[in-house]
């Protein structure tokens, strides 16, 4: 759960919905997977800066869990192009200090690829880690809920003692810190089931950029949108407070 209340110039957890590939390739008259494929390109550089800027966690929703109900065609190339964004990426992770972490419904995923997900999350451990990455994959915001409902249920907690700090502990991003800011580019404006327990008190950003599009400017036009907001958490009511 958030502790620190009021502005702070940057935030610590941004969490990105990557939106607008499909799109930016029908623009560019390319086929969908070239979207993807640039998509990746630009994840790439979304994690450079955001060790330069010293964001301490980057979470991306990559896959989400309806879109399994795409055609098999493209959930398979979008199984080939993740098995091969992990095996080129990894390196620069490690010469970053980057570590990984996925999250969702990996049991979906074939062994091969879960294998290469746990291989790379095991290769990025490190001492002096500048930025976890968290990568959604198969993942919704319900089943998460639903998940830790069954983890909690499977523990020896007392459901009287239960608060929303001990069960977000069970929840796919466990440990880390609620996110601070979530853009969504692509111009739609939802959150589509992305992070919603961990959202609560999350300020959003939406672009009409298309992911592929998507540029350090905008970046930090977001960053600096965010600096510019006031957070209080509903702890504090500016309804009769005179302006």
Known sequence: MQENIGNSSYPQHVAVIMDGNNRWATKKKLPGIAGHQEGVRKARELVEIAVQKKIKILTIFAFSSENWDRSKEEVSLLMELLAKAIEEEVPNLIKNSVEIKFVGDLDKFDANLRSRMKDSELRTKSKDKQLDLVVAVGYGGRWDILEAVKKMNNSATNIGELTEESFSKYLSLGELKDPDLCIRTGGEIRISNFLLWQSAYT??????????????????????????????????SNFLEET
């Open 203 to 236: 300020e959003f950003y939406f672009t009409d950029s298309l992911w592929p599009d998507f540029s350090r400017k905008d970046f930090e036009a977001a960053l600096e949108e965010y600096s510019n907001r006031k957070r209080n958490f509903g702890n504090k």
